[in-house]
Structures are given as structure tokens and as C-alpha cells.
């Protein structure tokens, strides 16, 4: 039987928890079921034997995450089209520096850089380089040597620290970006948007086999270009249009009536350039959208 207190011990770590799964796995909804899980084991364990229930808590959450990987390693080989992270809608906060690892570590680019990783090293890079656990936990987490730790974190940086962008694009320049590509979408016309786009963009869809999406990713201003002020003009150029903050960034969800049919996320050059328009059609991926924003 859980105390107060220690239900409270709990919902304090809850969005620790929460953001940690959602890195490591690229879905709210199978993070908010890892943490439940973490939760029930919780409710089940000797909690007087424990000395510190944050790290047991994000012990047993990391290790549910690793589980869940595990498991969803078949249905991630057999996705029809290109998978993208599940977006989530959140508020988006002035970041000191301190916090702008933790910020952009919910852009959809670096969620996928995140995909390159093997489920330990994701695990590992995740704990030490953006929650700034030290190694000698992280290990303990994984159950694992420090000196093994040390070479799942090292392995992570390099692949993805030389290709990671840390710079965050003004709002304005955002919105400059959103409006213009509003426009493309309804009027057909391109000539506010091209000078944003950097020349290598590339723009990818994910419809998980169940909606109609683009199956290739779509590679230069021409083809990106035409994408958009062709075929999109004609799929949504009746539809609404909600600018929103969604994962650190602006984004877009498109609605026809009240379903949501697409959210639309951007990756930015350090020029402030896009290189990349992310849209998620997969409708298992946008009902938490409805929901309010993460913060």
C-alpha cells in the first residue's frame, strides 16, 4: 500500500520520468506506459530498502524504456515508409544556457539522430550528457562496468555530436519561416519560402501504411518546392491551420474540421535555414495534439 508520501516521492520525479522516456523512445504514448509501469513496480518494491528513490525510479524506468525497444524492434523494421518521432505540443520557454540541452534535445532532427543509436547507447548518452548523471550511476542503470559506460557514451558523442546542432532559431525567424510556408500551401506560390530553404532540404512524411503519405524522402529546393505548392495546395488548402508550439520549436497542426491530419515540424541550419520539413500523417501520432501543452 502506497503512503501519501510516497505517491508524492513519485509525482515528483513523474516528469523527469516522462521526458526521459519520450527521448528514449520517440513516443508519448509509449512513454507515459513506461512510466506507469515504473509506477506499479514502485507501488510493489521494499521502498524502506531504497536510498535514493529518484536514481531507483529512473533505474527502473530506463530499464522498462530498454524492454519497450526491444520488443518494438520488429514492427520498426516492418514501418511502411519513413518513421518519424510522435510530436508533442509544448510550451515553449526562454532557455538559459544551462537548460539548452535539455531544450533541444526534443527537436524532432535530434530524436532521430537518437534512432542511430543502439538502445544502450541512446540510454547512456541520454542520462550523462543531458541529464547529467555521472557515469558511475548511468552504469549502475545499466548494469554495467563504468569503464563499459564510459565507451556506450563516448560511441553516442561520436556519432552524434558532429552532426548535432545546439543553436536555436529565433521565434521570429520561425514564424517568418511558418508564414511563408502557409502561404506556398494556400496560395501555390513559392517566392517568400525558397530563400528560407537551405539548397540540400529534404522533406519526409510518415503515414505508418495507415494514410496516404510520401513513401521517399523528397531532396532539393525544386522538388520540395513543387511538393508543397502542387500537391499540398491540394490536399489542404480548405484545411486549418494552427501554429503551435511543438517539440522546443514552432510548428504546424493541420486540421480538417476537428481531426487532426498532420503536424509539420523543421530542422534549422546554424544559418537559420531549413534543411529539413518533418511531417507526421500517422494518425496513432496525433491524438495526444488535442491534449494541453507539455511544459
Not at 540510454?123 to 550511476?137: C, G, K, S, T
Request: aromatic content about 6%; overall charge negative; glycine content about 4%.
Amino acid at each position: 500500500m502506497l503512503s501519501q508520501s510516497d505517491t508524492q516521492t513519485f509525482e515528483d520525479v513523474r516528469p523527469r520520468l516522462l521526458g526521459l522516456a519520450y527521448r528514449i523512445l520517440g513516443s508519448l504514448t509509449d512513454a507515459e506506459d513506461a512510466v506507469q509501469e515504473t509506477f506499479l513496480k514502485w507501488a510493489n518494491v521494499d521502498r524502506e530498502a531504497i536510498v535514493s528513490p529518484p536514481a531507483w525510479l529512473t533505474t527502473a524506468c530506463t530499464r522498462q524504456c530498454l524492454d519497450v525497444l526491444r520488443g518494438a524492434h520488429r514492427s520498426r523494421v516492418d514501418y511502411v515508409g519513413t518513421w518519424l518521432p510522435e510530436p508533442i505540443q509544448m510550451a515553449i520557454q526562454d532557455a538559459s544556457d544551462a537548460d539548452l540541452d535539455l531544450a533541444t534535445s526534443l527537436k524532432t532532427a535530434f530524436l532521430l539522430l537518437l534512432q542511430r543509436l543502439t538502445p544502450r547507447e541512446r540510454a547512456a548518452y541520454l542520462l550523462h550528457e543531458i541529464f547529467e548523471l555521472p557515469y558511475r550511476d548511468v552504469a549502475a542503470t545499466l548494469d554495467v562496468s563504468e569503464p563499459a559506460c564510459r565507451k556506450l557514451v563516448s560511441r553516442a558523442k561520436d556519432n552524434i555530436d558532429s552532426t548535432r546542432t545546439r543553436f536555436r532559431v529565433p521565434i521570429q525567424r520561425q514564424d517568418e519561416l511558418l508564414a511563408a510556408f502557409e502561404t506556398a500551401i494556400k496560395s501555390g506560390t513559392t517566392g517568400h519560402l525558397t530563400p528560407l530553404l537551405a539548397d540540400d532540404i529534404r522533406l519526409v512524411a510518415d503515414g505508418g501504411g495507415k494514410v496516404p503519405a510520401i513513401l521517399d524522402t523528397l531532396r532539393g529546393v525544386e522538388s520540395v518546392t513543387e511538393f508543397l505548392s502542387v500537391r499540398l495546395h491540394d490536399y489542404w488548402d480548405d484545411h486549418a491551420w494552427n501554429v503551435v508550439d511543438m517539440n522546443g520549436e514552432r510548428g504546424v497542426v493541420i486540421r480538417d474540421g476537428d481531426e487532426v491530419v498532420a503536424a509539420v515540424t523543421f530542422a534549422y541550419a546554424d544559418s537559420g535555414k531549413v534543411t529539413h520539413i518533418y511531417i507526421v500523417r500517422n494518425p496513432d501520432k496525433l491524438t495526444k495534439l488535442m491534449a494541453q501543452p507539455l511544459h
